[in-house]
């Protein structure tokens, strides 16, 4: 077996699947003979809750996007801008409007050209619906189509970052998510259906099983190297992905524990592919209520976790302990001791708090491996310093709903965070800036006027180093105000055959971009 290292820089994650203007289907997908050869399968246990790509900042959703969206514009592996289905753009020198020239040919998949009206009703939809994705567009007021293939969009406040926040929202096909929009704006319907441009198509789709996707030979760049079809096999059984890999019923697989890698060692025909990227765990407190709205309360239970231990063996060595409230990945970062476990301190702070008798509750996505295990451990460690800690399995929409409201929001929060785009302010921004509690972005709901003024000079800054200094102090203040407990950075690693090739870095997807996978 070939081992590769691959390494992401700061960025993020816009990887999808969506689905197709035909609607998803329950018949059986077969890949034998000669549609076997031109069909990559990958095995994942990143399975979504929903396609809507309006949810795209969640990783599993993320994973699930970028086959069948495009956006105006996206970055390259130099973290620079470049066009997708927008050719050109002009920022207006106050930094509070751009017009967008829409690239000539794009279609979506029922056909029917990409024009400035989408660009429009996509926009407005975000605003509207305000989740997911719409942390990172909160500056936009309104756009107006000025033809066809002209588009202005004008914001409520200058913001010199606006457009990179651009990458991270897919162009969805207007006439046809109106025509099934219902009582929700498209939401039930784009939990299951396509309405996008992308690369792909989708021919069938499974909640919870499988999706494939058919090569769109329409789509503005060509179908590239890309194969003639491609398979997402949900599973969140490492021996599973395991086996169906040996098998050959799968060509790549993410999602194995390490003991089922270490299988693959000597086996011939296989490579193991090492990609770090800018994934950080974390457990964020409610800060505004309940025994951890105590600062001394949230900095007990950050010392009482054993980080080096999740790194050691939850991640078998694959990864670091965090040192900040940003993966290390990225740049602009101040110098912050990694997270360290401090038992008797920690017992100390709760002394001086009053807190005895601890009963707390974390929600958490206990399919993901690496969030069960590291549920159990904390849960290990915060009954070592006499708290009791309730696990609560949800899934990530359920998650978001319960952050949504500081009154249902749980005392802990497990969850991956990642940079949308290659943008510290923008990533501290959506999470701590007081205006997104309510929103499900602001996990903790952190309110503190003074790292609200700093994001707001942060995101107007007209250069980059100067946006940089703010985000460093941002940073200082919301470690020492323990809104998280920061706990570690992965190191993703995709088994698959050798004859698999075109894992890269790409700074707007967190895990991996499957349009640039192919065959050699």
Known sequence: MKLRTLVAGAATATLALALAAC???????????????????IGTGATPQTLDPLLSSDVQTDLTSVAVYDTLLTYDSDDKLVPK????????????????????GAKFHDGTPVTAADVVYTLDRVRKLN?????????????????????????SRANAGFLGALSRVYIVNSALVTANAGTDDGQTWLATHDAGSGAYTLADY??????RFTRYDQYWDGPGKRPASMVYRYSTESATLRDELKQGNIDVAYGLVPTDQAQFTNATGFTSTDVKGPLQLYTFFNTSQGPTADVRVRKALRLAYDYQGHVDNILSGKGVVADGPLPSTMSCRPAIAPSAQNVDEAKKLLAEAGATNLKLTMYYQSVIPEHNKAGTLLQSNLRDIGVTLELKAVTYPEFVKA?????????????????LYPDAASMLYRVYDSKFIGTGSNYGQYSNPEVD???DKATKATSQDQSCAYAKQVQQIVNDDAVSMNIANSTYNYLHKSTVAGFAYAPTHTLLDTTALHFQ
């Open 453 to 455: 003024a700093l994001l």
């Open 131 to 155: 989740l997911g994705i719409a942390t990172v567009i909160a500056d936009y007021k309104s756009s107006s189509a000025t033809d066809g293939s002209h588009v202005t969009v004008t914001l």
């Open 403 to 419: 952050v949504s409201d500081p009154k249902t929001a749980p005392d802990l929060g497990l969850l991956w965070d990642f940079p």
């Open 206 to 211: 499974r909640p919870n099983q499988q999706a």
């Open 23 to 41: 609607g998803s289907s329950s018949s059986t997908t077969t890949t034998t003979g000669s549609s076997r050869a031109d069909t990559l399968i």
């Open 85 to 104: 289905l927008a050719t050109e753009w002009k920022v207006a020198d106050d930094a509070t409007s751009i017009t967008f020239t829409l690239r000539e």
